[in-house]
C-alpha cells in the first residue's frame, strides 16, 4: 500500500509586525512545518513501519526555500517527496482550497496512492478544508479531524475528535483521505542518521504544464482584499513595569477578588 | 433563491451554532432579498424542526434519514437540497461535523467555499471577514461567483432565540447507499479522571510558553499557592504532560471559573472556546498582539519565566 502525505510550510507571525499590502511584511515571517502535518508525517512514517506501507510519499505546493522543511519529513522516515510550483501558482496570490486539491488531485493522479493523510488545518490560512475537498475531487472516502487510526485488511478504523472531549468511532473503506489531529501521536525528533539519508532522497519538482494541467487551474473566484490588525475590543487592564511590580499589581487584584486567602 | 442554512446536531441536541447560523442568514436573505432555508438531516427532524421554528426563518426541510451524522449521508441531503432550492448562499457550521462535510458538498456542487468565517456581507456579491495567522490578523475575502458555500465560525453571531412559524416540509431523499463508505460505530468520552476543571473557582492555566516540560513546575507553584487548580491548553496535553481531563477548550472542557489565569497560552479561537465565560481572565504573554489580551480583564506583557515566580513570591 502507498500513503501520500500532504505537507505545508507555514508562515508565523512574529510578536511585532507590519503588514505590506495583502500579507504581513516578509521580514516579520518565519517558517516552519505546519503543526498539523507534524502529526500526519509521523502517522503516516509509523505505517510504514508497521509494515502497511510499501512507501510513503509527500507532497507539498510551495516555492524551492520549502523544500528545507520538506527534507525535515525526509529525514523523519518519508521515501521520497514531490513540490509542485511554477511562476504561475506563485503570481496567483491567495490559493483557495479548491485550487490546492485540484494541484493535489493531479500528484493522486501520477501516484496512486491507497491512502492520504493531510493535516485538519494549515495554522497560516486556517481554511481546515483541503483534505476533504481533495477526497471529494478524487471519489475517496475521508474522515476529517482523526486522533486515531489503525488499518484492518480496507478498512481505516478512525477516531474523530470531536467538541466537548467527545469521540466518535467511525470506520472507513480505503482508500481515503484522513486529516490529522494534532495529538494522535507523538511526532520524533529526525536523527543525524535520517537526516543524512534526506540528503540523497528526491524531492521531484512538478510545475503545472508537468501535471498536465495550466495557469487557469490557479485563477480562483475566491480573492483577498484587505488585510489589517483586528480592532482590538478590549478593555483589559495592562500592568506596567519589571516583573515585580507587575506581580505586586496583580497580585493586589487577586487578593480583592480572594483569591489566595488563606 | 435562498439563503440555505444547515443546523448542526449532536446525540440528540441541536448545538449552539444552529441558532447563530439563523442569524446570520437571516441577515445575508435580508440583503438580498430573499429568503431563509434551514435544513436539518438525520436524528429527531420532527424535533429539531420545532426548535428550529425561528424568527427570520421561511421553511425549516426536514430529512429524516439515520440517527447520528454521517457525512456522505449529509453530502447527498445539501446536494439534492441545492438543485431543489438553488440557493445563492448554502451555510453551514465551522464544526468538526461541518469540517466532514462542508468542503466535499461546495466541491461536488462546484461552488467557491470560504471557510470559518466570522463575519459576511452581501453587496453585489459576497464578502466574508475570515482571521489568518493564528488569530493576529483578520482579513477580507471577496468571492466572485452567483452562488457559495460558507462555514460560519461559532461564538461569532447571536443566537436566534425568538420564535417564528416557518413552515415544515419533509423533504424526500433517496439516499444512494452505495455512495455511504463510513459508518460510526459509537462514541466514547475521554476527558474523564480524577479532577474536574470546571469545578474549580481559580484556574491557573498553561500554555506552549512554558516551552519544557520540566518547567510546568513553576506553574504548580503557582497555582499552590493561590490555592489554585492547573489547567491548560492542548499543546501541553497533545505533548503528554498534563493528563487530557485538564484541557481547556473546543475537544476539552468549557471552564467558568471566578479567575482564569493564563500563563503562555495565545488565546486560540478553540482554546477560547472553552474559557470565555470566566468571570475574570487574566493573562500573561510576551506577545502583546496575542489574541488572549482581546478578552482578558488583566494582562502583563511580559516574560512568564519573569512574572511567574515574582507573583508566587507574593503569596507565600
Ligand atoms: C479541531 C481543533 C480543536 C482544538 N481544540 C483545542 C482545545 O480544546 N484547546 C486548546 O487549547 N486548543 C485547541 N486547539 C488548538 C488551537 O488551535 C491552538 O493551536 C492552541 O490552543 C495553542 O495553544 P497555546 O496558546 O498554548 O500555544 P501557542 O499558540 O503556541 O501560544 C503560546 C503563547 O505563549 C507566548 N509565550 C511564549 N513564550 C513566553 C514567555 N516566556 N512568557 C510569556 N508568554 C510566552 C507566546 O507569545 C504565545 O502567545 C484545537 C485546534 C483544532 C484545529
Redesign the pocket.
Same mark, same amino acid.
Given at each position: 500500500m502507498k500513503v501520500l502525505v500532504t505537507v505545508k510550510e507555514v508562515a508565523e507571525a512574529a510578536?511585532d509586525f507590519e503588514i505590506d499590502g495583502l500579507d504581513i511584511a516578509p521580514e516579520y515571517l518565519e517558517y516552519d512545518l505546519n503543526?498539523?502535518d507534524e502529526y500526519a508525517v509521523e502517522a503516516a512514517v509509523q505505517l510504514g513501519e508497521d509494515g502497511h506501507a510499501d512507501e510513503v510519499v509527500s507532497v507539498t505546493i510551495g516555492p524551492e526555500r520549502t523544500e528545507e522543511t520538506i527534507r525535515m519529513a525526509l529525514a523523519k522516515g518519508v521515501d521520497r517527496a514531490i513540490r509542485v510550483w511554477d511562476d504561475d501558482i506563485g503570481g496567483a496570490g491567495l490559493l483557495d482550497v479548491e485550487t490546492k486539491a485540484e494541484l493535489l488531485e493531479a500528484v493522486v493522479a501520477e501516484e496512486d496512492p491507497d491512502l492520504v493523510l493531510t493535516g485538519?488545518?494549515a495554522?497560516d490560512d486556517g481554511f481546515?478544508a483541503t483534505g476533504v475537498t481533495l477526497a471529494e475531487r478524487i471519489g475517496f472516502e475521508w474522515a476529517a479531524?482523526v486522533n486515531d487510526l489503525e488499518l484492518e485488511d480496507a478498512v481505516a478504523k478512525v477516531h474523530r475528535?470531536l467538541e466537548g472531549g467527545v469521540e466518535e468511532h467511525t470506520e472507513v473503506d480505503l482508500p481515503a483521505v484522513l486529516t490529522i489531529?494534532?495529538g494522535i501521536n507523538e511526532p520524533r525528533y529526525a536523527s543525524l542518521r535520517g537526516i543524512r539519508q534526506a540528503q540523497s532522497k528526491e524531492i521531484a519538482h512538478q510545475t503545472l504544464a508537468d501535471l498536465g494541467l495550466d495557469a487557469s487551474t490557479v485563477e480562483s473566484p475566491i480573492g483577498m482584499t484587505a488585510m489589517y490588525e483586528p480592532e482590538t475590543e478590549s478593555d483589559a487592564t495592562i500592568f506596567e513595569g519589571d516583573a515585580e511590580e507587575t506581580a505586586v499589581k496583580l497580585a493586589s487584584v487577586l487578593r480583592e477578588k480572594g483569591v489566595g486567602a488563606e | 433563491m435562498s439563503v440555505l442554512a444547515v443546523a448542526d446536531h449532536r446525540r440528540g441536541d441541536l448545538r449552539d451554532v444552529s441558532y447563530e447560523l439563523v442569524t446570520a442568514g437571516r441577515e445575508l436573505a435580508e440583503a438580498l432579498g430573499e429568503e431563509l432555508h434551514v435544513a436539518v438531516v438525520s436524528g429527531d427532524v420532527e424535533s429539531f424542526a420545532k426548535d428550529l421554528s425561528l424568527d427570520g426563518v421561511d421553511t425549516v426541510h426536514t430529512v429524516d434519514h439515520g440517527e447520528e451524522f454521517n457525512h456522505d449521508v449529509y453530502v447527498q441531503a445539501v446536494e439534492a437540497l441545492d438543485s431543489a432550492l438553488e440557493p445563492t448562499v448554502v451555510l453551514m457550521p465551522n464544526s468538526?461535523n461541518g469540517?466532514d462535510y462542508a468542503p466535499a458538498v461546495a466541491s461536488s456542487l462546484g461552488l467557491p467555499l470560504v471557510s470559518d468565517a466570522v463575519a459576511l456581507e452581501w453587496d453585489d456579491g459576497l464578502t466574508a471577514t475570515r482571521e489568518m495567522y493564528?488569530s493576529k490578523v483578520e482579513t477580507t475575502v471577496e468571492v466572485d461567483a452567483d452562488r457559495v458555500a460558507v462555514t460560519v465560525r461559532g461564538g461569532e453571531w447571536e443566537p436566534t432565540e425568538d420564535t417564528g412559524s416557518p413552515a415544515v416540509e419533509a423533504f424526500d431523499l433517496t439516499v444512494d447507499e452505495s455512495r455511504v463508505r463510513s459508518r460510526v460505530t459509537g462514541f466514547e468520552e475521554v476527558a474523564g479522571g480524577d479532577v474536574d476543571i470546571s469545578d474549580a473557582d481559580v484556574l491557573v492555566s498553561v %500554555?506552549?510558553?512554558i516551552?519544557e516540560e520540566e518547567n510546568l513546575e513553576l506553574v504548580e507553584e503557582l497555582a499552590d499557592a493561590l490555592g489554585a487548580t492547573l489547567s491548560a !491548553?492542548?499543546? *501541553?496535553v497533545d505533548n503528554g504532560w498534563l493528563p487530557k481531563n485538564r484541557?481547556? %477548550?473546543? !475537544?476539552?472542557k468549557v471552564v467558568t471559573p471566578d479567575v482564569y489565569l493564563a500563563? %503562555? *497560552? !495565545?488565546?486560540?479561537?478553540?482554546?477560547v472556546? %472553552?474559557m470565555k465565560g470566566s468571570d475574570t481572565i487574566i493573562a *500573561?504573554?510576551?506577545?502583546p498582539n496575542?489574541p *488572549?489580551f482581546d478578552i482578558a480583564d488583566y494582562g502583563i506583557v511580559?516574560?512568564?519565566?519573569d512574572?511567574v515566580p515574582a507573583l508566587t513570591e507574593q503569596f507565600r
Open positions: 510578536d503543526e498539523w485538519v488545518q495554522n481546515g479531524v475528535e489531529q494534532t | 468538526v469540517l493564528a %500554555g506552549r510558553g516551552e !491548553s492542548r499543546p *501541553i484541557q481547556v %477548550g473546543q !475537544s476539552g500563563v %503562555g *497560552i !495565545s488565546g486560540a479561537v478553540q482554546h472556546a %472553552g *500573561i504573554n510576551t506577545d496575542a *488572549i511580559g516574560d512568564l519565566f512574572v
